[in-house]
């Protein structure tokens, strides 16, 4: 009986052993190059912008290393070598500045910052500086579908957007150029009507406006836990 028992436990074991978990919510992001535009526009700012970027994170549930992340947000503003999105020309290796949401505990920040790693792959490889600040976001329900939205990181970094509408097709073959910077389930195009970071860190700051340069979007990440069942 006693065997039995501990067979059981270890299947048991084995099927905890890559439990998934999840997170999941709103996304937004903004660099300085259009991402919705055509190819004569997007070959005149190629190597010359396209550099910087402000991306944000609202976790609506979910968990990360083990820690609810509900309701937190987190941020980033990076600046890279080269445009990102271009196919002959290395950004990276990039650096960024992270801004994790002030409201969340020692150990939340720690799995933020492990998640926002995870997210940002190697955009967000290189942290040279890490700040905490109230990180808000205003996405009413159904606009990351059609482009409305604002995020906060404190006085760090903002990005608002609008739709894009018909005075925004300046050459008739506009298309989505460039994909976002992070894995997204859904994402639209949108016009920034602010861009803005100023912060230390990357030797730089920005103030852009009215730039078809934008993302929204909803993300559903996961990874892979390893969960111990002891016997004694």
């Avoid at 950004?91 to 995870?118: G, M, N, R, S």
């Avoid at 967000?124 to 409305?148: C, K, S, W």
């Amino acid at each position: 009986m006693r065997n039995l028992f501990l067979a059981a436990l270890a299947l048991l074991s084995l099927a905890l052993c890559a439990s998934a978990q999840t997170v999941q919510g709103e996304y937004i992001e903004s660099r300085n190059a259009d991402v919705y535009t055509g190819s004569c526009f997007a070959n005149g700012e190629v190597n010359l912008v396209g550099n910087t970027a402000v991306l944000g994170w609202n976790i609506e549930r979910g968990t990360w290393d083990g820690v609810k992340l509900d309701g937190l947000a987190v941020a980033a503003a990076v600046k890279a070598k080269a445009t990102l999105g271009d196919p002959y020309a290395n950004p990276y290796p990039a650096q960024a500045v992270l801004i994790v949401d002030d409201k969340a505990t020692p150990e939340q920040c720690e799995a933020l910052v492990a998640f926002v790693k995870h997210a940002g792959g190697q955009l967000l490889a290189n942290i040279v500086r890490t700040e905490y600040a109230p990180v808000v976001f205003d996405m009413p329900q159904n606009q990351h579908q059609h482009g409305r939205a604002i995020m906060r990181a404190g006085s760090l970094a903002t990005v608002s957007t609008r739709p894009i509408g018909g005075k925004d097709h300046l050459c008739g073959n506009e298309a989505t150029f460039y994909p976002p910077l992070a894995k997204l389930s859904h994402a639209v195009p949108a016009v920034a009507l602010t861009d803005e970071f100023k912060g230390e860190g990357l030797g730089t700051d920005w103030s852009l406006h009215d730039k078809r340069s934008a993302f929204l979007g909803r993300f559903e990440l996961g990874e892979t836990t390893t969960a111990e069942v002891h016997a004694h």
